[in-house]
């Protein structure tokens, strides 16, 4: 995806529910990502915000947690002027095409999907439609941008292999009207895991408050996290995910956070307090800076971003919904 000034930068698509406060994992996973891609590809950044309604929600909470996420997006670094940046319920055309969307998945191939299975068998309450149905939609957020390439992680790996299959279904069937996505794991993106059971990634859905660094912790806490993580009894620092998950764990984020190699930093310590000091004072220094832009971002600014960003966005996506339109034989 590195381009010269004379090729044409590719069209790259991403979206993130407003849902959940942000963490450690999510910034150094995903979104610092976003950050660095906005400046190499044509980007568009989108708050899914209808997708965060397949799990019932309360009145107020979406458009919230919409807000907040918008700052944070744009503490972290995103500049609505090198990307694309909305809310998807902004731009209608991705109700409208993830419509057409359900009608060319079949049941059975959204049957199949892993997350739906997990999420609807997790769930002990009401299971909307839309949970089930959820993929067409994510198919339509991408398909409406001419999009060539999806950069999220492995967990979505069969939701865009869903997205590359309607839209060359519905080309066969209607004739070229789509282009193809492609699915792209960051390989920069660090795998950052709970800092209390590093055997498991650190997450949104899993409740493991002390595991958890979130961007909004403070310095205090964010100590506090960092040393009480959970290491081992050897004593010995290495970098060996196996059999030494914490400490292993405890390495990559301070790569991560300092741009170096997990592994060549073991090399530093032979003890886990100063590995654990280190990790805090490196961390702190990578969310304070957020934090102070966060705390300069007025929710006025925010709003006045996401709608110029949607005119932006609806201006790609309407003709490419008029085109779908036309192609499946609705009378335009
Ligand atoms: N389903 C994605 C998630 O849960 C979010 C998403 C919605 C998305 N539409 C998208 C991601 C389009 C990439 C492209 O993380």
């Given at each position: 995806m590195s381009t010269t000034p004379t090729d044409k930068r590719a069209r790259v698509f991403s979206g993130i529910q407003p849902s959940g406060a942000v963490h450690l994992g999510n910034y150094l996973g995903a979104l610092r990502n976003w950050v660095a891609l906005q400046h190499e590809?044509?980007?568009?950044?989108?708050?899914?915000?209808?997708?965060?309604?397949?799990?019932?929600?309360?009145?107020?909470?979406?458009?919230?947690?919409?807000?907040?996420i918008a700052r944070l997006l744009l503490a972290i670094g995103l500049d609505p002027r090198a990307c694309v940046f909305f809310v998807q319920s902004h731009v209608h055309e991705h109700a409208e095409l993830g419509?057409?969307?359900?009608?060319?998945?079949?049941?059975?191939?959204?049957?199949?999907?892993?997350?739906?299975?997990?999420?609807?068998?997790?769930?002990?309450?009401?299971?909307?439609?839309?949970?089930?149905?959820?993929?067409?939609?994510?198919?339509?957020?991408?398909?409406?941008?001419?999009?060539?390439?999806?950069?999220?992680?492995?967990?979505?790996?069969?939701?865009?292999?869903?997205?590359?299959?309607?839209?060359?279904?519905?080309?066969?069937?209607?004739?070229?009207?789509?282009?193809v996505p492609e699915h792209h794991i960051p390989a920069a993106g660090a795998r950052v895991m709970d800092l209390q059971s590093p055997e498991n990634k650190m997450s949104k859905s899993i409740d493991s408050p002390q595991g958890t660094v979130n961007l909004l912790d403070t310095p205090k806490e964010i100590e506090k996290k960092v040393k009480r993580a959970v290491t081992d009894n050897d004593g010995e620092v290495r970098f060996d995910p196996t059999s030494k998950?914490?400490?292993?764990?405890?390495?990559?984020?301070?790569?991560?956070?300092?741009?170096?190699?997990?592994?060549?930093?073991?090399?530093?310590?032979?003890?886990?307090?100063?590995?654990?000091?280190?990790?805090?004072?490196?961390?702190?220094?990578?969310?304070?800076?957020?934090?102070?832009?966060?705390?300069?971002?007025?929710?006025?600014?925010?709003?006045?971003?996401?709608?110029?960003?949607?005119?932006?966005?609806?201006?790609?996506?309407?003709?490419?919904?008029?085109?779908?339109?036309?192609?499946?034989?609705?009378?335009?």
């Open positions: 590809a044509d980007a568009v950044y989108c708050i899914v915000d209808l997708h965060a309604l397949t799990l019932p929600k309360e009145p107020g909470e979406v458009a919230q947690g919409t807000l907040d419509w057409l969307m359900q009608t060319i998945a079949s049941y059975g191939e959204l049957s199949r999907m892993t997350q739906f299975k997990d999420k609807s068998g997790r769930s002990t309450g009401f299971i909307s439609a839309s949970l089930f149905t959820y993929p067409a939609l994510q198919a339509a957020d991408i398909l409406l941008y001419d999009t060539e390439v999806v950069p999220v992680g492995d967990d979505q790996r069969q939701h865009i292999e869903l997205a590359r299959d309607v839209a060359l279904r519905f080309n066969a069937r209607y004739g070229e009207t789509f282009v998950p914490g400490v292993s764990n405890l390495l990559s984020i301070l790569a991560a956070a300092t741009d170096g190699d997990p592994a060549k930093l073991a090399d530093q310590y032979h003890q886990y307090g100063p590995l654990k000091a280190d990790v805090a004072a490196a961390l702190i220094a990578l969310i304070e800076p957020i934090q102070a832009r966060l705390a300069d971002l007025d929710d006025a600014t925010v709003r006045a971003e996401l709608r110029l960003g949607a005119q932006r966005a609806q201006a790609i996506a309407a003709p490419v919904m008029d085109r779908a339109k036309q192609a499946c034989g609705l009378l335009v």
